[in-house]
């Protein structure tokens, strides 16, 4: 699970866990994934690793091995603000990890999922409902919708899904 230290990601990593999976959480601090696979017990692990850095996502998919299930969670709070007073910089940010991370994570993890797994990407309900301050929110949430559909196709028959 790339995220699942925090918010939505570690409810899913709670939920698979009760389920009986084994699972490994990834985010960029090492010390909060130290205190969540400590939370999560015996059948979590997990590494650190800059989710905007493709090498390093390759090495740590390399480094994992084979396995059932990608789900990225990953993401910061989401970007909001009028378009005029928004740093192109931070939407510039919001894609290298919300986008491009995760695009880097289903690249370097299709090859190494076994038979019958999967991908689960996150999107966001502000992707489909507009409001003042959200364009940039909407921009790096938006892209899954049309990416996933796409990835299905591709990558089938593992199943791609964006939630």
């Known amino acids: 699970m790339v995220g699942g230290t925090a ?8 939920a698979a866990l009760e389920q009986g999976a084994e699972l490994i959480v990834i985010s960029s601090n090492q010390q909060r994934v130290d205190q969540t696979v400590a939370q999560l017990g015996a059948n979590a692990q997990g590494h650190a690793a800059n989710l905007t850095d493709e090498a390093q996502i390759q090495a740590l998919f390399d480094q994992i091995g084979h ?7 990953a993401g910061e709070a989401l970007l909001l603000g009028e378009v005029a007073v928004t740093s192109l910089e931070a939407v510039r940010r919001a894609f290298e ?34 409001g003042k301050g959200t364009s940039m929110a909407r921009a790096s949430v938006a892209p899954w919708t049309v990416l996933t559909r796409a990835l299905a196709v591709e990558l089938a028959p593992i199943r791609v899904n964006a939630v």
Request: no cysteine; aromatic share 10%.
């Open 67 to 73: 396995f059932d299930h990608l789900v990225f969670t």
């Open 97 to 130: 990890l919300r986008y491009f991370g995760a695009l880097a994570a289903v690249k370097y993890a299709t090859s190494l999922i076994r038979p019958g797994g999967s991908i689960v990407l996150t999107t966001g309900i502000v992707s489909l409902r507009p």
């Open 7 to 14: 918010g939505i990601g570690l409810a899913v990593a709670k």
